[in-house]
T-cell receptor, first 119, second 110 residues
């Protein structure tokens, strides 16, 4: 299998549930990302992991908890979510250049997302 | 930080016509500009990209132009087909940070 794979594709959960989203990349990249995509809003960056270390957390509520056990896998653990958290959650990977200020850039490769509905 | 603006938000064309989507950016340090296409039920897929040392790039029916002085770049699709209907996103990248436009929904009418 190639590219970026996300599971599950669809998830319906109640506000008191705990669930996890899974992402796996087969591209040999060194950085992985979680984005939130809501209707009629730009893509919102949630978390960035570079070389398995979290390098960015865009003021995301603590009910979202990321985990990156290795450079190929990324999880997003969900608990006590709110209805407004319903959205498409996209995982992406890229090959970052050396250092945080590297001018080398490669494109993001996205998975097909998990459509989350919180009831 | 960088600010990317994308226009129009929706675009409807007749099959066979051309479509143009425009983006502007604010930070002159941005040096890489990819374009993504997102079909219903899928994640965004890279369709073409351009680096700041190039003014134009073509790939079959799609092309991207970049004007660094004016800080704007555009996606051109010629001979549009119904399968080109999707949401298109532009992005500007600098120092490993990605900044996305808000998207253009393109509808190609048969």
């Amino acid at each position: 299998e190639t590219g970026v794979t996300q599971t599950p594709r669809h998830l319906v959960m109640g506000m008191t549930n705990k669930k996890s989203l899974k992402c796996e990349q087969h591209l040999g990249h060194n950085a992985m990302y979680w984005y939130k995509q809501s209707a009629k809003k730009p893509l919102e960056l949630m978390f960035v992991y570079s070389l398995e270390e979290r390098v960015e957390n865009n003021s995301v509520p603590s009910r979202f908890s990321p985990e990156c056990p290795n450079s190929s896998h990324l999880f997003l653990h969900l608990h006590t979510l709110q209805p407004e958290d319903s959205a498409l959650y996209l995982c992406a990977s890229s090959q970052e250049g050396p250092g945080p200020y590297s001018s080398y850039n490669s494109p993001l490769h996205f998975g097909n997302g998990t459509r989350l509905t919180v009831t | 930080g960088e600010n990317v603006e994308q226009h129009p938000s929706t675009l409807s064309v007749q099959e066979g016509d051309s479509a143009v989507i425009k983006c502007t950016y604010s930070d002159s340090a941005s040096n890489y500009f990819p374009w993504y296409k997102q079909e219903l039920g899928k994640g965004p897929q890279l369709i073409i990209d351009i680096r700041s040392n190039v003014g134009e790039k073509k790939d079959q029916r799609i092309a991207v132009t970049l004007n660094k002085t004016a800080k704007h770049f555009s996606l051109h699709i010629t001979e549009t087909q119904p399968e080109d209907s999707a949401v298109y996103f532009c992005a500007a990248i600098n120092f490993n940070k990605f900044y996305f436009g808000s998207g253009t929904k393109l509808n190609v009418k048969p």
